[in-house]
């Protein structure tokens, strides 16, 4: 399994970009999936996850600005932000897992265990 992200640039602060992650290979309908962004001097944290119910958890700093959606054929997902902040920059990452979200956030250590991370794609928001 791979997962490609696109969708990354940079832009004003206020703007909006679409980041999408397609997955080449099978990837079980069971999976939760979701984005990641490593900030600069910070750890990689989990932003939005989507689960197989289609439930949709985001992380606090979100703040209604995001919002996460798969293609029906769940082997395509995106996550479309919106008023962007300088602190949003970043890589973000897609990442899968065989693991039940329940409706909420994908948590990292299930995507190590169990998962598969795309390369990241880079997020510049200027001030």
């Known amino acids: 399994v791979q997962l490609v992200e696109s969708g990354g640039g940079s832009v004003q602060a206020g703007g909006s970009l679409r980041l999408s992650c397609a997955a080449t290979g099978y990837i079980y309908s069971r999976y939760c999936m979701g984005w990641f962004r490593q900030t600069t001097g910070n750890e990689r944290e989990a932003v939005a996850s989507i689960d197989i119910d289609g439930r949709m958890a985001y992380a606090d700093f979100v703040n209604g600005r995001f919002h996460i959606l798969k293609d029906s054929g769940d082997n395509a997902m995106h996550l479309e932000m919106n008023n962007l902040k300088p602190e949003d920059s970043g890589q973000y990452f897609c990442?899968?897992?065989?693991?039940?979200?329940?409706?909420?956030?994908?948590?990292?250590?299930?995507?190590?265990?169990?998962?598969?991370w795309g390369q990241g794609t880079q997020v510049t928001v200027t001030s």
């Open positions: 990442a899968a897992a065989d693991f039940y979200c329940r409706g909420d956030l994908l948590p990292r250590d299930a995507v190590r265990d169990s998962g598969y």
